[in-house]
């Protein structure tokens, strides 16, 4: 069974604002979760990062096969609070 994914406000505002060859890319690699350049973030329990060119999408795995994609940032500021 594929996993579910939840967009929080903030990741789909983000979203709505790139371009479409950028959305597409990034869709795209969260569809194909596990399956990409994925890293635990080291001092966060819980929180994962997608790398897409450029594009950070930090994520969590919640109850069962949910993914919790609550930020779509460039890599500058991808980390900051």
Not at 42 to 52: A, S, T
Request: aromatic share 8%.
């Amino acid at each position: 069974m594929p996993a579910r994914f939840d967009l929080r406000p903030a990741a789909a505002k983000a979203l709505r604002r790139l371009s479409q060859p950028d959305r597409a890319r990034i869709l795209n690699a969260i569809e194909a979760l596990p399956v990409g350049d994925v890293k635990r973030l080291i001092g966060c329990p819980g929180v994962y990062r997608l790398r897409v060119g450029t594009w950070r999408v930090l994520f969590e795995l919640a109850d069962g096969d949910v993914i919790v994609v609550y930020r779509i940032a460039p890599r500058g500021s991808a980390y900051q609070p």
